[in-house]
């Protein structure tokens, strides 16, 4: 299985974003998809993630009332939509799946990693 991210970009602060990752090499019935953030000199860390089983979503704090995760089965694809940027959403984006069937926010409970697009919010 290899998950491909993409939609990353250099952009204002309040400008939006769309990022995506589709999976490749399987066709995912259910599972968790997830995004996950790293910047320079922090950990990886949550973003985002929605329960191909019920629909349901978490978000970090940080990304609450700005950002929004859909799915599309027939795809394969996840999406995360970015509202309203700062500069310290500034990061490499990550993709993940988990082969669970209930939320997990945990990046060592994920099992399929895409190899990440550059958001970079700067004025």
């Known amino acids: 299985v290899q998950l491909q991210a993409s939609g990353g970009g250099v952009v204002q602060p309040g400008d939006s974003l769309r990022l995506a990752c589709a999976a490749s090499g399987s066709a995912f019935s259910w599972g968790i998809w997830g995004w996950f953030r790293q910047a320079p000199g922090h950990e990886r860390e949550f973003v985002s993630a929605?329960?191909?089983?019920?629909?349901?979503?978490n978000y970090a704090t940080s990304a609450k009332g700005r950002f929004t995760i859909t799915a599309d089965n027939s795809e394969n694809t996840v999406y995360l939509e970015m509202n309203n940027l700062r500069p310290d959403d500034t990061a490499v984006y990550y993709c993940?799946?988990?082969?669970?069937?209930?939320?997990?926010?945990?990046?060592?409970?994920?099992?399929?990693w895409g190899q990440g697009t550059q958001v970079t919010v700067s004025s």
């Open positions: 993940a799946f988990a082969l669970y069937r209930t939320m997990v926010v945990r990046a060592d409970m994920y099992d399929y």
């Open positions: 929605i329960n191909l089983s019920d629909g349901r979503t």
